[in-house]
């Protein structure tokens, strides 16, 4: 299978008084068309700065500072901002958790929807961009869409807002579409509506999905490849499957205990201790050492590089699997 | 006087919407909570369950007394508080505490921690200012922080060292119900884990009751004793932990446990996904509120509100057809998890618990 998009030694850094810090360091991945690769990890992570430095929309005084983003083998961070900004919408295109930071207050639904798309299509008629705005809404499934273009964002529940911001994303058809936590302030009923409903979508365009999430029940539920991320590093990739039957990384591990289950009679949650490491406090060795209950003296040395466990799965743990260190 | 801690009857809250500035015109009321009964034991957690404008957080401020009822009683330790004033009601906010959800937003980001947890010691006068200080280094301690964390600013913390921050100040004044009003929504999986464990722990150690507010019923699965489930300001069910998750009697209940995604890829997702959004409060559907989107509604069902009535084992459900209902599809037995991963995350258990008994 070929990739659509890739990401090779991706690199993000903030330029501080206190010399460079890099938010995210050194990330490859790659999606296929019609697919959708998850990625999750707990906040400040670093997830956001990959999704957005693929978009070339990290926030000054940010920067990529190396690596690679190829679209159909095309690298966009050699493009023209013009060029870019061609991709944008056209190619890839992002939603947000909070459709609200990304809509403008003052304008209604449907004046949004047509400004977005008149960006792409100068000749349209006003008419014209305004029945592809409805046919836009129906898509996403919002009920008595021609009413709703007039309505204003804040007369609008999360949950249709989100669609809103969904419609937008794919008025132009986009190859990839970059999720970044998209239902994490929704409603868990919400969010099963906004899920299926990006499941149908792929279904019927094909495009590939990148979904960022801090929720592995999210990602089985959407996702056929995994990266879980952690500090600014992949430290584990592996499709869905072998990331909840073999899970190999103790900061997967982690993860995984910290879910609440429903079918679970165990009342105490597993947890992971302590929380990350911002990018200007990074232990030495492996960066997930101070929380590892399988930290040895080896893991405060080297930073564990990602490495083959099994047939297309990579963890970066000098210790994985953890039964092999426990019985030696 | 009855064992409860707290009794609510027949508890509501309407607000009058008026539109226009000056001379606002009455244009209707919101039914934030219509009409809501329910208890709470010494050492219990009752949680409260439903999706956003449901009126959970009405209610919880209900409780607490920080609004007044439109009609209803609570009761707590057997006296009515809804008419309560002056010195009596002072005396009652020592007894009652609340958690947000948003730590930040509740916590004055020019006070140090230290200024935080001191200040309700200092409104309700207790101790001199050496007590008082030992009194914020043992919530410290309590909580998980560390004493050096005095000095700091909420700026300086994690949302998960916040919330803790925020379940630091509650506990100050040793009160004996803990209102958490979605604690842990707002925080990472790995970080939720951590307060759940903290919260139940401290329960534990301090006999606390809590009304824990949540809209993930998976949370709720590992904090609470007993489960209001809430709709558009009634509640539709109510019932043992181990009963509302084995056999969940109200389709809206259903519908908030099938909407739980599951940490397993190998599961079916063919389910049941809910329709719509919860209507609007202030024009509620009639008969029962859940018709418009209740896969089991008839015409009964658009024209009688359902009574909250009891079933056997005292669960407590408001739905015409609750009997006739087909079963619900069962909960898998065990978490579905691959042998390999259990081993591992039972190796994960072992040794996090070395960890645990060594630090404490
Ligand atoms: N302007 C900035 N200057 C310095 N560090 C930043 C800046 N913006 C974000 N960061 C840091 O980059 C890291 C990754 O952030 P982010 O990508 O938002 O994480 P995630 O999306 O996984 O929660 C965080 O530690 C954050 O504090
Ligand atoms: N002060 C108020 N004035 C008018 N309506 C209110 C007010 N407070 C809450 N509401 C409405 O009451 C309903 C219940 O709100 P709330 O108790 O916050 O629900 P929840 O906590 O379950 O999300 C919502 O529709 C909300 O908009
Ligand atoms: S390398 Fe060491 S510290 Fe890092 S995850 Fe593996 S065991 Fe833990
Ligand atoms: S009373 Fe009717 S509409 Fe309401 S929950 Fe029961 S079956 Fe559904
Ligand atoms: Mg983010
Ligand atoms: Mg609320």
């Known amino acids: 299978m070929t990739s659509l998009l890739e990401i090779e030694g991706l690199r993000t850094v903030f330029r501080t008084h206190g010399g460079e810090v890099a938010a995210v360091d050194g990330v490859s991945l790659a999606v296929a068309r019609g697919r959708t690769l998850g990625i999750v990890g707990e906040s400040g992570c670093g997830k956001s700065m990959l999704s957005l430095s693929v978009m070339r929309l990290v926030p000054q005084p940010g920067t990529v500072a190396a690596g690679r983003v190829l679209l159909e083998g095309k690298d966009l961070l050699k493009l023209s901002d013009a060029e870019m900004r061609q991709v944008r919408g056209r190619r890839i295109a992002m939603i947000f958790q909070e459709p609200m930071t990304s809509l403008n207050p003052v304008f209604t639904i449907g004046s949004q929807i047509v400004e977005a798309m008149r960006a792409h299509d100068k000749s349209a008629t006003h008419a014209d961009l305004r029945k592809r705005a409805i046919a836009a809404l129906d898509r996403v499934r919002i009920p008595a869409a021609e009413r709703r273009l007039d309505e204003y964002p804040h007369q609008m529940s999360g949950g249709m807002r989100q669609r809103v911001m969904i419609a937008m994303a794919l008025a132009c058809s986009p190859d990839v579409l970059i999720a970044d936590e998209p239902t994490t302030a929704l409603d868990v009923t919400v969010q099963a509506q906004i899920l299926d409903l990006l499941r149908d979508l792929q279904g019927q365009t094909g495009m590939a999905i990148i979904l960022i999430t801090h929720d592995l029940g999210v990602v089985a539920e959407m996702a056929d490849e995994v990266a879980v991320m952690y500090a600014g590093r992949v430290v584990e990739k592996a499709a869905t499957s072998a990331i909840f039957d073999d899970p190999q990384h103790p900061y997967t591990l982690g993860l995984l205990g910290s879910i609440p289950r429903v079918e679970e009679t165990r009342e105490r949650l597993l947890a992971i201790e302590g929380a990350v490491p911002p990018p200007f406090q990074l232990p030495k060795g492996c960066r997930f050492h101070p929380r590892c209950v399988f930290a040895t003296g080896a893991c405060q040395v080297d930073m564990p590089p990602l490495r083959m466990v099994a047939e297309g799965h990579e963890a970066a743990c000098i210790n994985a699997p953890v039964e092999a260190m426990v019985a030696a | ?360």
């Not at chain 2, 539109?19 to 219509?34: C, P, W």
């Not at chain 2, 999706?51 to 439109?70: D, F, N, Q, W, Y």
């Not at chain 2, 700026?155 to 803790?164: D, I, P, V, Y």
């Open chain 2, 1 to 360: 006087m009855s064992g409860a801690l707290l009794e609510v009857e027949n508890l509501a809250k309407h607000y009058e919407v008026k539109r226009g500035l000056l001379f606002g015109r009455h244009v209707g009321s919101v039914r934030a909570v219509d009409g809501v009964s329910f208890s709470l034991g010494h050492g219990e957690t009752l949680a409260l369950v439903g999706e956003s404008g449901c009126g959970k957080s009405t209610t919880a401020r209900l409780v607490l007394r920080l609004i007044e009822p439109t009609a209803g009683t609570v009761r707590f330790e057997g006296t009515d508080i809804t008419q309560m004033r002056g010195e009596p009601l002072r005396k009652l906010r020592r007894r009652m505490q609340i958690v947000f959800q948003d730590p930040f937003a509740s916590l004055n980001p020019r006070m140090t921690v230290g200024d935080i947890l001191e200040e309700p010691l200092l409104v309700h006068g207790i101790g001199d200012k050496a007590s008082r200080r030992a009194r914020v280094n043992q919530l410290l301690g309590l909580v998980g922080l560390a004493a050096y964390h005095v000095q700091r600013y909420p700026h300086e913390f994690s949302g998960g060292q916040r919330q803790r921050i925020g379940i630091a100040r509650a506990l100050a004044v040793e009160p004996a119900l803990v209102v958490c009003d979605e604690p842990v929504s707002a925080l990472d999986v790995s970080i939720q884990a951590q307060v759940v464990n903290l919260l139940k722990d401290l329960q534990a150690r301090l006999g606390l009751s809590y009304l824990f507010i949540a809209h993930d019923l998976a949370v709720v699965k590992h904090m609470a004793d007993r489960v209001a489930v809430m709709y558009l300001g009634r509640i539709v069910e109510v019932a043992g932990k181990d009963a509302l998750f084995a056999n969940p009697r109200h389709p809206y209940t259903r519908t908030l446990l099938s909407a739980i995604p599951r940490p397993d890829p190998h599961r079916d997702t063919a389910r049941q996904i809910p329709g719509g959004d919860v209507p609007s409060p202030m024009n509620p559907p009639p008969g029962c509120h859940f018709h418009t989107r209740c896969p089991f509604a008839d015409e009964r069902c658009k024209a009688e509100v359902p009574a909250l009535r009891v079933l056997e084992g005292g669960h407590q459900v408001a739905c015409h057809h609750a009997e006739a209902l087909p079963a619900a599809p069962a909960a898998e037995g065990a978490a579905a998890m691959s042998p390999v991963a259990a081993r591992r995350l039972e190796l994960y258990a072992s040794r996090r618990g070395r960890a645990v008994a060594e630090a404490g």
